[in-house]
């Protein structure tokens, strides 16, 4: 019989805000795998560190951070024979995951290549968006209001249009994209009602309003936009 893969969401970064599912997972796991940049230590396993058993075996999956997908491709390739021969041995791998598996999550590139063969099981986490609105105590929507998620990367008449149709709007992948983004919300006479918050639930999490945020930004980082049509009283 193959083994189960599982993705396993950690929330943001603060490890008390993983599920006792997750932590029950993690802890009984004997195959563990997980993300990092070719350069740096992975930030998905510095969340679950205190749970990780002694001797577990563990699969680092090297992602480069580059424009062109290919090399990240290449990585989830060489990770999904890794972890598709251990479960073809009937082993549980446990991949762990910053976030939710499936919001902007890398687990979902190992769930294409492998679900089809294999058991499947997801974990869901705390996406950084909730997290992020919950330290910065914005609510963010109310009865028939519309949430908007936005990559920063879209081009500015994309981001207008969608800003303008939404009631509160999160952008995230900010980046070297922050500047231009927060020029196309001045435009549209939006500024003061957008906070900027990065690394949320950590220790390093810093909060301004947006124009005061420093650019570019870390990776880490999301604007919260919240025109306040409805003022949930």
Not at 90 to 100: A, F, H, I, P, W
Not at 114 to 143: D, K, M, N, Y
Not at 211 to 217: K, L, R, S, T, V
Request: hydrophobic residues 50%.
């Amino acid at each position: 019989m193959s083994g189960i893969l599982y993705g396993i969401g950690l929330g943001p970064g603060d490890p008390e805000l993983m599920t006792l599912k997750a932590a029950r997972l993690i802890g009984a796991a004997g195959i563990v795998a997980y993300p990092c940049l070719p350069s740096a230590p992975s930030f998905a396993r510095e969340i679950a560190s205190g749970f990780i058993a002694d001797g577990a075996i563990e699969i680092t999956i090297k992602v480069p951070m580059t424009p062109a997908r290919g090399p990240a491709q290449d990585a989830y390739d060489i990770a999904a024979t890794q972890i598709g021969e251990a479960l073809e041995m009937g082993k549980d791998v446990v991949v762990l995951c910053e976030g939710d598996p499936f919001f902007y999550g890398s687990f979902m590139y190992l769930y294409a290549r492998l679900s089809a063969r294999f058991q499947c099981e997801i974990i869901p986490g705390v996406t950084s968006i909730s997290a992020a609105s919950a330290r910065a105590g914005l609510p963010l929507v109310a009865r028939n209001e519309v949430l908007s998620v936005l990559p920063a990367p879209l081009d500015d008449a994309a981001l207008r249009a969608a800003i303008k149709a939404a009631d509160s709007v999160a952008i995230m992948k900010l980046g070297r994209h922050l500047g231009r983004v927060r020029a196309v919300i001045d435009s549209l006479g939006l500024l003061d009602k957008a906070v900027y918050i990065e690394r949320a639930t950590l220790a390093e999490e810093r909060r301004y309003p947006l124009g005061q945020a420093p650019d570019p930004a870390p990776y880490f980082s999301m604007i919260l936009l919240t025109k306040g049509a409805d003022p949930w009283l």
